[in-house]
């Protein structure tokens, strides 16, 4: 089991400013969102490709206990079955929303099967920070080869990308290596991907980084995590 590192009240507070910010850009999560945790229990059964494919929010600080400065805020707004992609057919696509905080760390890490354009959808700079990949390893020697927008780009190894609002990056499952922080500000992030699951498809350099925070249950969820369904919808 994963260690407590983030209140449930602290959670409930970056829901809510969370939604605050996106909403400010003119998006809308869709209504399964908005559902108290009694509602989702009442819904869970025709709920079912929400909860098997891990939709909805998403809050993590890595397990480190410092979310304002090493966390990321996330939510999954569709998503197939990874499954599928053995099959070369079906929902083969996923998208999410997230929000990179001024000067708050997401840590280095890359994917094994995702592969992703990540869009700033408005607020600051967003900053990606790229290296290359040896043997499955962080090579931070290797340069990489990015396409923003469609357009190549070369970049020497620990090269800092800034997109600003419209700009956006496509990363490559196995190649690259990327953290990414808010500048300037607080950053909306769009990420539109492969079909992903992750709780396997994230590799992080540091081995000690957990995906999934444990959460210290100091009052009731004003809606449930994706790291919830396991035990409020059993």
């Known amino acids: 089991m994963t260690k407590p590192s983030i209140t449930r009240s602290r959670i409930n507070?970056?829901?809510?400013?969370?939604?605050?910010?996106?909403?400010s850009f003119g998006y809308v999560f869709p209504p399964f969102a908005y559902w108290s945790p009694q509602e989702f229990m009442a819904n869970k059964d025709?709920?079912?490709?929400?909860?098997?494919?891990?939709?909805?929010?998403d809050i993590t600080d890595f397990g480190l206990e410092n979310f304002d400065e090493l966390g990321l805020f996330l939510f999954t707004v569709r998503n197939g079955n990874a499954d599928d992609l053995k099959k070369g057919t079906g929902m083969l696509y996923a998208e999410k929303a997230m929000i990179s905080r001024e000067n708050q760390y997401s840590p280095m890490h890359r994917h094994f099967l995702k592969?992703?354009?990540?869009?700033?959808?408005?607020?600051?700079?967003?900053?990606?920070?790229?290296?290359?990949?040896?043997?499955?390893?962080?090579?931070?020697?290797?340069?990489?080869?990015?396409?923003?927008?469609?357009?190549?780009?070369?970049?020497?190894p620990g090269h800092r990308l800034r997109l600003e609002p419209g700009q956006s990056v496509?990363?490559?499952p196995n190649?690259?290596?990327?953290?990414?922080?808010?500048?300037?500000?607080?950053?909306?992030?769009?990420?539109?991907?492969?079909?992903?699951?992750?709780?396997?498809?994230?590799?992080?350099?540091?081995?000690?980084?957990?995906?999934?925070?444990?959460?210290?249950e100091d009052e009731e969820p004003l809606h449930l995590l994706v790291s919830d369904y396991a035990t409020w919808l059993k």
């Open 13 to 23: 507070e970056i829901l809510r400013q969370s939604d605050k910010f996106i909403r």
């Open 46 to 57: 025709s709920a079912k490709a929400i909860i098997n494919s891990n939709m909805g929010w």
């Open 115 to 156: 592969a992703e354009d990540i869009i700033n959808r408005g607020g600051a700079t967003l900053v990606i920070e790229l290296f290359g990949d040896t043997d499955g390893k962080c090579d931070r020697s290797k340069g990489t080869v990015v396409y923003c927008d469609g357009v190549r780009n070369e970049f020497e």
């Open 170 to 172: 496509t990363l490559m």
């Open 175 to 216: 190649e690259h290596w990327h953290a990414f922080w808010g500048e300037g500000g607080d950053v909306f992030i769009g990420e539109v991907s492969t079909v992903n699951d992750d709780n396997t498809d994230n590799i992080y350099e540091d081995p000690a980084i957990a995906r999934f925070s444990g959460i210290e």
